[in-house]
């Protein structure tokens, strides 16, 4: 072993100690190096974890439901069980306050959730539509202008059998 350690750098040093544990010649300069050291702050290497494989299915018939209300539009693209395959609304695409009810709005929502679904090959749909809002006829318009065959339009807004009762008249 070399007498002064103290001016040897510290590579060197690792690499002489691990050549005197494996039987070698410490000035050789082939001898591999066991130690591996790893700076104070250095991050761990983490393993990818190994999930399932997704499988991609195909569904060429599936149910657009469409909530178009006073402040926002919805768009929602499932399978024929109900499974959602791909959705988008007026907030995720950047609208803010009350642009999001606009029919404008509602056509970028449709474009954006045609194109998420389609790696699943959605080729037809039945459309129901809840809601009173502006965006719910721009909505069913822009499913057909992006490739999407409509088979059915249903609106299944919901209506009150007169539940409750009615707030009294304004006096002005």
């Known amino acids: 072993m070399v007498e002064d350690q103290t001016t040897m750098p510290v590579a060197e040093s690792a690499k002489n100690i691990a050549a005197e544990v494996n039987g070698q010649d410490p000035m050789s300069s082939d001898a591999p190096i066991e130690t591996e050291k790893k700076a104070k702050?250095?991050?761990?290497?983490?393993?990818a974890k190994k999930?399932?494989?997704?499988?991609?299915?195909?569904?060429?018939?599936?149910?657009?439901y469409i909530k178009a209300t006073y402040n926002n539009t919805i768009v929602s693209l499932t399978d024929q069980t109900g499974n959602v395959i791909a959705f988008s609304s007026a907030g995720a695409n950047g609208f803010k306050g009350p642009k999001k009810a606009t029919p404008y709005a509602a056509s970028v929502i449709v474009r954006e959730a045609v194109n998420k679904a389609k790696p699943f090959g959605l080729k037809d749909v039945n459309v129901f539509v809840r809601g009173v809002g502006m965006g719910r006829e721009s909505a069913v318009?822009?499913?057909?202008?992006?490739?999407?065959?409509?088979l059915a339009i249903k609106d299944v807004t919901p209506v009150p059998h007169n539940g409750c009762r009615?707030?009294?008249?304004?006096?002005?």
């Open 41 to 47: 702050g250095s991050k761990k290497t983490l393993k």
């Open 51 to 64: 999930g399932k494989k997704k499988i991609q299915r195909s569904v060429p018939i599936g149910n657009a």
């Open 166 to 172: 009615r707030r009294k008249p304004r006096r002005v």
């Open 141 to 150: 318009r822009g499913l057909n202008a992006n490739g999407l065959n409509v």
